[in-house]
């Protein structure tokens, strides 16, 4: 089956209402400059009927952006369950992703020097802390194991709006990383 690229309106597409997953203010910010700088180069996910399967945060940068019309792959071929499942698939396989440091050092290295100009501070790598690391504590030439980054989650239900505020501004005051998700 051969996928096709549609450019259908903006205002057309239809968020799924029942989308689990959010998206901050400084995302849609980092996708809107993505898409400035490099172009829309990852369609929008849709059903028959416009609505948005995959691409929830590039429709809101694409808004941000007032563009007209965005790339679309219409997915024809999901049943409803099969729907479903795909957006709650694709945002968790997304989330399994890991860094692997020294690639990554190395690739922001060689892309300072091919092009000085290109600004990608709006990615929130921590540049600095990247490119300074020495690759070796004692200076021998012997490359060290890739280390990856790993995020663990934790669930916490709260009874109500008030003990969930009360939980996130106790454990990130404790320099937790939270996010707030109303289900």
Not at 80 to 97: C, H, P, T, V
Not at 116 to 136: C, V
Request: charged share 30%; proline share 3%.
């Amino acid at each position: 089956m051969a996928l096709r690229i549609e450019y259908l309106p903006v205002h057309s597409l239809r968020p799924y209402e029942r989308n689990a997953r959010t998206h901050s203010d400084a995302q849609i910010d980092a996708i809107a400059e993505s898409i400035r700088q490099f172009g829309f180069n990852s369609p929008i996910l849709i059903d028959d009927d416009n609505g948005v399967i995959a691409g929830h945060a590039r429709l809101a940068a694409a808004r941000k952006l007032k563009l007209d019309t965005v790339p679309c792959v219409r997915l024809s071929h999901l049943n409803d369950a099969q729907r479903r499942a795909y957006i709650l698939a694709d945002n968790r396989l997304a989330e399994m992703a890991v860094w692997d440091e020294e690639l990554l050092k190395s690739e922001l290295s060689e892309l300072s020097v091919l092009d000085a100009e290109l600004d990608l501070s709006f990615l929130d790598f921590k540049f600095d802390d990247l490119l300074s690391e020495n690759g070796d504590d004692h200076g021998s030439q012997k490359p060290k194991e890739p280390k990856l980054l790993h995020i663990f989650e934790v669930s916490v239900v709260c009874k109500d709006e008030y003990e969930q505020k009360a939980v996130y501004e106790h454990l990130t005051g404790l320099g937790y990383k939270c996010r707030v998700l109303s289900i």
